[in-house]
C-alpha cells in the first residue's frame, strides 16, 4: 500500500517537472513578458501583401525551438523560423545570411506585416563568428 502511494507521488512530480518539456529535446520557450536568446542566420525576404512589397528579416533557426503560447492550446509548438521585430532596431551591418544572436521576447504573429507565425521583439542583435 505504501509503495503504491509513493509511486503515485513519483508519478504526478515527474508528469509536473516534464509538464514544460519536449521529451526527448527539451524546454519549451515561453511567449512574451519572458526574454529569450535564439541564434540562426538573417534572410530578408519580400512578401507581396494587396498592393504593397513587405521586405522583412526572417531570422531561420540554427535548431528548432518549441514555443508554449497558451492561446493555441496546451502545447508546445515547433519553429524553424521567426520574424525579427522592428526593423529599425537591427545594425546597418547585419548582411542576408548573417549569423546572428537575438535577444528579446517572442510573441504571436497578430498584426499585418507579421508574416511568421511567432515574431521577436529584439532587445539586442550580436553577430556570431
Known sequence: MMIARKLQVLLLLSAACLSGCVMGYGRCLFTDPVKTSLSGRVHF????????????????????????????????RSVLEVQLMPLTDLPDNIADGAHVRVEGSIVLANQRGQHTAFVINVATVQLVK
Open 45 to 76: 525576404r519580400e512578401f507581396r501583401d494587396d498592393n504593397t512589397l513587405d521586405r522583412a528579416p526572417i531570422l531561420t533557426l540554427d535548431r528548432t525551438e518549441y514555443i508554449y503560447a497558451p492561446s493555441l492550446g496546451k502545447q508546445c
